[in-house]
């Protein structure tokens, strides 16, 4: 099953075709390396051939390695798995490398044959390293497609040359955004970057091709870093102009990944030492920085969870295998507040007819008008047109009539967080809607089971929980009650892939999982100010372990009276056992105090009358004296990464959580959990379950029980296991 197709065309112009079988994207795999090569061979040895083409045979170029090769590397090696992937990278640099140099002479820099890449659509990773090593880059005129390097954004960077050819393409400033951010942009936009040399109409992208190789000349296929007298654009690292650019870019990458995330360091070590150096000489430093990074333990993490895992769960991994299709072709949405028009938004977007039902007409048009917002941001910024509005909102119905729910699929109810005015909602689409249809509610904290009660249809109840701002967040949370059947959860889980959400299934408790988790954190930060830790020192700590927002901020954003009304409802719950009450005393104080967080302009932070943060509120040390000895920042972060990662274990040992992938990938996605870490199940395997159950043992001795590790983690650091190779599907002690 060739993954590279080779022909000649009668006027001598070798076409290479990249079309892996079976697969909707082409990805590179050791095969298809070993048969591009043989194609690239066969080219530069026919003395027919005057030059190449290298395009796909599908309506994208190509979506990136398959990264498991990497890991067949690193296992193939044996003892020594740093020197095989050494070595693997350094043969995928010889390949590109004889692509760019095409067979001419070394001294004079002649003779050699023009190969050019046509890109039908989106290039991603050695997507587009690949037409770096070509000569010319021409890509059609395609809207949809995205071209860039975005190996950043799962732990790793550009090691098969794309660091070094782009940073001497287009200088380290320029190259910083698709290097360091993982840009990726539509082909007139990298055109204009210097990225790519040609957009051209689809019709005419290979005659554009083929019409330059024909007429290319010696100096057409030179590269500039080839070429006697060449410097970098924008200037070499001891150049003035390029001593300023990386001083700034390091502390560019400092500031955004607060030292936590090593491939952003690695990289722009490759780029600095390879701008020293001899072009050669450059990808050899490339190629040790990108095995350094394929070496460490978060680089693996993160590629499992944030690509593997995350494509698994997205492609039905969790799906009841015996149901069958279960797309929503129709969906009635409960509710026009902020959530329920964010759920209206997605599903049309996806091409899903939308009920939207409030209490008044006023209520449900204003939950419609979120969509038509949306759209003209989108028009603003050219990513959508008005035609594609006017289709967007044609499927959405806004109304206050029960009756428009008739030949629903799905019902998605999304209002108040009250059981009474659940039920009520439930009863009137249920006496609407048909035998088969599904009832979702979307709720954060109240048990399914419970609001199961108010259903004639419990095995067709389910929970879906939504993340704010829902346009923004990928993660679905589907919440599988005692009684809900597999048709349910195969139907939530369709639609969740519909409108493109990455879904984790959970079984129903207590604030199921992502909440479980994420509640302690934000306690722990305000139990921290009670104990007089100065504000600073606890979210900074936060950022500096890798939580996107520190606990007070993130209370801020989600507001205080929130935070309030959780705490009351869970101390009704849990009576005489509730833990929380020095958290109480500070939450419900600045709640009394009008300090609700960003919506009122005033909580943990201070804002300015545009809603700005404007640094903590220096009234919090008057309220809560700073103690005389502040803990160590290590201790602050371990206290908040421990009442998050425990809550995770005790979830999986009570069978929350069924799949320790959705553990991870849930976490990171979310609610931010320090993504360079895989997750929370990832970074216990990396620290290990017995130095975990040590710091658990002294947490506990001087900050309480909270932080007592649960019998599963202590039963693994007895046993030297894992989770991932204990729990991970297919493992033997799962």
């Avoid at 990497?70 to 350094?90: C, Y």
């Avoid at 978060?298 to 797309?327: H, W």
């Avoid at 929130?562 to 509730?578: C, E, H, N």
Wanted: hydrophobic share 45%.
């Amino acid at each position: 099953m060739s993954e590279f197709h080779y022909s000649v065309d009668p006027d001598g112009v070798a076409i290479i075709t990249w079309d892996v079988p079976g697969k909707t994207m082409n990805v590179m795999s050791l095969e298809g390396l070993r048969e591009l090569e043989a194609c690239v061979d066969r080219a530069l040895a026919d003395d027919a051939v005057r030059g190449a083409i290298i395009t796909s045979g599908k309506k994208d170029f190509a979506g990136g390695m398959d990264l498991n090769i990497l890991a067949g590397m690193k296992e193939s090696a044996g003892d020594d798995p740093a020197r095989g992937l050494f070595e693997g990278v350094m043969q995928m640099h010889g390949l590109l490398r004889k692509i760019e140099r095409a067979g001419m002479n070394p001294k004079t820099n002649k003779g050699g044959k023009p190969i050019a890449a046509a890109l039908p659509g989106t290039a991603a990773g050695i997507g587009l390293e690949l037409p770096l090593a070509c000569h010319r880059i021409f890509a059609a005129d395609n809207p949809r497609a995205r071209i860039g390097l975005p190996e950043i954004l799962i732990g790793i960077f550009p090691g098969a040359g794309g660091t070094t050819r782009l940073v001497r393409k287009l200088g380290a400033m320029a190259a910083a955004p698709f290097l360091l951010e993982g840009k990726m942009q539509e082909p007139k936009k990298m055109k204009a970057a210097g990225v790519i040399d040609a957009v051209v109409p689809a019709e005419e992208l290979m005659s554009a091709a083929k019409e330059w190789v024909l007429a290319a000349k010696d100096a057409d296929i030179l590269k500039p870093w080839d070429a006697k007298g060449y410097k970098m654009p924008g200037g070499a690292p001891y150049h003035p102009a390029g001593f300023m650019t990386f001083v700034g870019a390091s502390a560019m990458v400092n500031g955004k990944t607060q030292g936590v995330y090593p491939a952003a360091k690695a990289l722009l070590s490759a780029v600095y030492e390879g701008a020293l150096v001899p072009f050669d000489t450059a990808l050899k430093i490339e190629a040790r920085w990108f095995t350094n990074i394929l070496m460490n333990p978060s680089s693996t993490a993160m590629i499992r969870s944030l690509f593997l895992n995350k494509e698994a769960l997205e492609k039905g991994a969790v799906r009841p295998a015996a149901v069958p299709d279960q797309s929503v072709t129709r969906v009635g949405v409960l509710g026009a507040g902020m959530m329920g028009a964010g759920i209206a938004l997605v599903s049309a977007l996806a091409g899903i007819e939308v009920v939207l039902i409030d209490q008044s007409q006023a209520a449900a048009d204003k939950g419609k008008s979120y969509t038509a917002d949306y759209m003209d941001k989108g028009i603003s910024r050219k990513k959508a047109t008005p035609e594609k509005k006017e289709q967007v909102l044609g499927l959405i119905t806004a109304t206050t009539d029960y009756a428009a729910l008739k030949g629903c699929d799905l019902i998605v109810e999304a209002v108040f967080e009250d059981p009474g005015i659940k039920a009520d909602v439930t009863a009137r689409a249920e006496a609407v809607v048909g035998e088969d249809c599904i009832f979702a509610t979307n709720t954060s904290t109240l048990p399914i089971g419970e609001l199961a009660k108010a259903s004639t249809r419990p095995a067709q109840f389910i929970g879906i929980h939504f993340f704010s701002p829902v346009d923004k967040m990928m993660l679905v949370e589907i919440i599988r009650g005692a009684e809900t059947g597999d048709r349910a959860v195969a139907r939530a889980l369709d639609f969740a892939r519909q409108i493109r959400k990455t879904p984790i299934v959970v079984n129903d408790a207590r604030f199921f999982y992502a909440n479980r988790c994420i509640i302690p954190y934000i306690n722990e930060g305000i139990r921290m100010v009670k104990e007089g830790v100065t504000p600073a020192l606890i979210e900074n700590a936060a950022r500096l372990v890798g939580m996107p927002l520190g606990p007070l901020q993130l209370v801020d954003e989600t507001s205080i009276d929130l935070g309030v009304k959780i705490a009351r409802a869970t101390k009704a719950a849990m009576g005489d056992a509730y833990p929380d009450g020095a958290v109480d005393e500070v939450l419900f104080r600045m709640a009394d105090d009008g300090r609700l967080g960003r919506k009122a302009g005033a909580g943990f932070y201070a804002y300015d009358e545009k809603g700005k943060r404007q640094g903590l509120w220096p009234g919090l040390a008057a309220q809560y004296p700073l103690a005389g000895a502040q803990p160590d920042v290590s201790e602050v972060q371990h206290r908040l990464l421990f009442v998050q990662v425990l809550e995770a274990v005790r979830a999986l040992e009570e069978g929350v959580l069924s799949d320790i992938r959705e553990g991870d990938v849930g976490a990171i996605l979310g609610w931010g959990f320090a993504p360079w870490s895989g997750g929370p199940f990832s970074w216990l395997d990396i620290i290990g379950a017995p130095r975990a159950v040590a710091l658990c043992d002294a947490l506990a001795e001087t900050h309480g029980a909270r932080f007592a590790a649960p019998a599963l983690l202590r039963e693994m650091a007895a046993q030297g296991d894992t989770f991932y190779a204990r729990f991970a599907p297919g493992a033997k002690a799962a």
